[in-house]
């Protein structure tokens, strides 16, 4: 039910490795391709999950794999982002969860960026992605697991030195717990869609 992310970036320390968390197939090539490109490997730890393999939104076009490289982050590119007034930055599966529930409850002020590597962290690129959200205030780090772990404390300490004048951020996760999940579907699904509602601000 865990990988123990946080254990790997409480590792993560003088660019001695890389942690990633690619949504796509073609992202997936890109990742692969640059490691076995480059001139000083260095351990590479991909956190993708089985259940994007039967995800029909999880899918490229043969152009994405002929083209283009590994984006350490994918930006929201719909429509004029001075429409958009809050920011979601996720990664790995979550962003298909959290696209399903926008389309669901209509949602169209919400951005959601994803961050496909987590180590060495694309402090340049966030920082430039966000700058472009002018009227957006409210930055939301979301991920599935408990506060105490996933990718949370890793990004509170890296996420404030990105965020663009009067943007404030905020965390939407489940209690830290000492177990990494529930045990019961049905009280994962209830508390799955908790956590879309808090990271969209729906009552």
């Known amino acids: 039910s865990s990988a123990r992310l946080e254990r ?6 003088d660019d001695n490795m890389f942690v990633t968390n690619p949504t796509t197939p073609a992202q997936y090539f890109h990742l692969l391709r640059r490691r076995a490109k480059a001139k000083f490997p260095k351990p ?3 956190m993708t999950p089985k259940s994007l ?8 076009v043969a ?3 002929t083209d283009g490289k590994f984006h350490e982050v994918i ?6 982002k001075d429409k958009f007034k809050r920011v979601i930055l996720t990664s790995g599966k979550m962003y298909y969860d959290l696209v399903k529930f926008m389309e669901q409850e209509k949602i169209e002020d919400t951005a959601v ?3 496909e590597q987590y180590y060495p962290f694309p402090e340049e ?4 992605m966000l700058a472009e959200y002018k009227k957006a205030k409210d930055i939301i780090w979301t991920q599935e697991e408990p506060a105490n772990m996933g990718a949370w404390l890793f990004m509170s300490l890296r996420l404030p030195n990105v965020l663009a004048k009067g943007q404030e951020l905020r965390s939407a996760a489940r209690k830290a717990s000492a177990s990494p ?3 019961s579907k049905k009280k994962f699904d209830a508390s799955q869609v908790g956590l879309m509602k808090e990271a969209f601000g729906v009552n």
């Open 75 to 80: 930006n929201d590119e719909r429509g004029d």
């Open 113 to 115: 960026i994803r961050i």
């Open 181 to 183: 999940a529930p045990g």
């Open 63 to 65: 152009k994405d794999f």
């Open 125 to 128: 690129a966030l920082k430039e």
């Open 8 to 13: 790997f970036l409480a590792l993560c320390a």
């Open 44 to 46: 590479l730890i991909v």
């Open 53 to 60: 393999l039967r995800d029909k939104m999880a899918v490229s």
